[in-house]
């Protein structure tokens, strides 16, 4: 019999597509034998970490003043078509039922602005309605035409949609500002995951809005891949739904909408990719499923003396909310060791006769492979502790990294280079407006890669001329290859 493989053992850095395809059927991430070209089966593995994210972010949300709603997944194809640019944006990637309502053709949703506005129409009426902040979390439909791939671009996803509608257009564009920073707050400072917050340029934003905010963030192999997006939203857009207030003046107004719309198995692709190494997955311990792992080693006397033990160890680290999981399959320690390293599970703990006479455990910590001894009194208190210096260190890890692939550019060649050596290139610009999409269109065609947008954190001054058509720079873009 051959012997089973012990390490998991792909290089990420030379090899991150099949790294990467491997890691999520292993860990049990995904299964793609559904037989539905695009939509992927999420294990309890991948859906637990998703649930933890969901927590994560509703609670930020409800902490930011929003209520959440549960809208249908069907959109009548009438609301779909109020507003042209969008349902020309969307139009191709529509998934339509065959079952109608009466003449009307129904869609599957692939984002919801046209549903909450047609209840917001009827909701919102005086300024005493405003600010309304609503979200749902949702799985939405897109029929994609590029190559999907699991988790990063799937044609079922699941995700979280604000629509928030504001008096004026400055607590709107407030609330834009607030998005960047929620996104900040939670998939960059708990998640793990650091990101560019990009004004798209002018040809490159969601179709019936005003500006839109992306999250850029780079996967291992170089490509760019858009994280969050905020929308503000245009008002002929909110006009085509007939969604009005009246003012403190008895002055009738069209209200300012955003949207923000923060895709959790999108984000667990990056939190996957950006975090594991050649061994496996490594999961941030606030996401975990199971944050600790206990492995029992039995003697033939000490049976019931060790189960006492676990026993005690899991009531005392489930009592201090840490998730544990005690292995007691029949699998050789080798296997089991492998197994949960593969997992991503932050932090092992061998239990046996010899811990319990010293009263100390060692801890296996997955991120850094190596072992620490802490007193089986103060167990759940010192694995809080790691805990928490166990994803400060992959925060630290993960920014560096990201740090280090933003270059300036000056010229096109440089540019060049810096693009196909999966880094972002960072240049002056003529325009992020409509006159600049000619040389969008050459970085597109020429280098194959997308200009991201303008800092819509920070208002960076360019001195210089646009390498493209050599014609003054008025803004500072970002460009990177993406899927
Ligand atoms: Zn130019």
């Known amino acids: 019999m051959a012997k089973k493989k012990t390490t998991f053992n792909i290089s990420k850095t030379d090899n991150y597509s099949e790294w990467y395809s ?37 609670s930020a949300l409800r902490c930011t003043g929003h209520e959440t709603a549960i809208f249908p997944a069907v959109i009548p194809e009438k609301n779909l078509k109020r507003e042209s640019s969008h349902v020309e944006g969307f139009a191709p990637e529509v998934f339509w039922l065959d079952k109608q309502q009466g003449d009307e053709k129904l869609a599957l949703r692939p984002t919801s602005e046209t549903a909450f506005y047609e209840m917001y129409n009827l ?4 300024y005493r309605d405003l600010p309304m902040k609503l979200y749902q979390r949702a799985n939405v439909f897109r029929n994609e035409t590029k190559a999907t791939r699991p988790l990063i671009r799937s044609r079922e996803f699941q995700w979280i949609e604000t629509h928030d509608a504001f008096a004026t257009k400055k607590d709107a564009e407030a609330q834009v500002q607030d998005d960047i920073k929620m996104t900040d707050e939670v998939m960059h400072k708990i998640f793990g995951v650091p990101f560019l917050p990009m004004k798209r340029p002018e040809w490159d934003k969601f179709p019936g809005a005003v500006y839109t905010v992306g999250s850029d963030s780079i996967m291992p192999d170089g490509k760019i891949i858009q994280l969050p ?18 003012d403190e003046k008895e002055r009738e107004k069209t209200p300012w909408l955003t949207c923000y719309g923060p895709c ?8 996957i990719s950006i975090h594991g190494d050649d061994n496996g997955l490594i999961l941030p311990y606030t996401l975990a499923p199971y944050q600790v792992v206990v492995i029992p080693f039995y003697s033939e006397k000490s049976e019931k003396k060790i189960n006492d033990a676990v026993h005690d160890l899991k009531a005392n680290l489930l009592n201090e909310y840490i998730d544990v999981k005690v292995d007691n399959s029949d699998k050789r320690p080798g296997e089991k060791f492998f197994q949960w390293e593969m997992k991503g599970v932050p932090f092992r703990i061998e239990l046996g006769e010899k811990e319990l006479e010293s009263g100390e455990v060692t801890v296996f910590i997955r991120d850094i492979r190596e072992k620490v001894s802490v007193k089986i009194d103060n167990l759940a208190e010192e694995i809080k502790n790691l805990g928490a210096e166990y994803d400060a260190r992959l925060l630290a890890r993960a920014d560096k990294f ?39 269109e050459f970085v597109e065609k020429e280098l194959q890669a997308r200009v991201m947008g303008t800092r819509a954190d920070l208002d960076e001054k360019s001195f210089g001329k646009c390498p493209i058509c050599g014609k003054k720079a008025s803004v500072v873009v970002y460009a990177g290859k993406s899927y």
Do not use: Q
């Open 123 to 126: 909701w919102i009426r005086s």
């Open 22 to 58: 491997e890691i999520l059927n292993k860990a049990e991430v995904t299964d793609l034998r559904y037989g539905v070209k695009g939509f992927v089966v999420i294990r309890p593995w991948g859906a637990r970490t998703i649930d933890k994210m969901y927590k994560i972010y509703e």
């Open 229 to 246: 997006s905020t929308h503000l939203i245009s008002p002929n857009f909110v006009k085509a739904f007939d969604v009005k207030f009246v």
């Open 402 to 440: 990201f740090e280090g692939r933003i270059i300036d550019c000056k010229d096109k060649a440089a540019i060049k280079k810096v693009l196909n050596s999966g880094k972002i290139a960072r240049f002056d610009f003529c325009s992020a407006e409509a006159e600049g999409e000619s040389c969008g």
């Open 264 to 271: 959790m198995s999108r984000i667990l692709s990056s939190i």
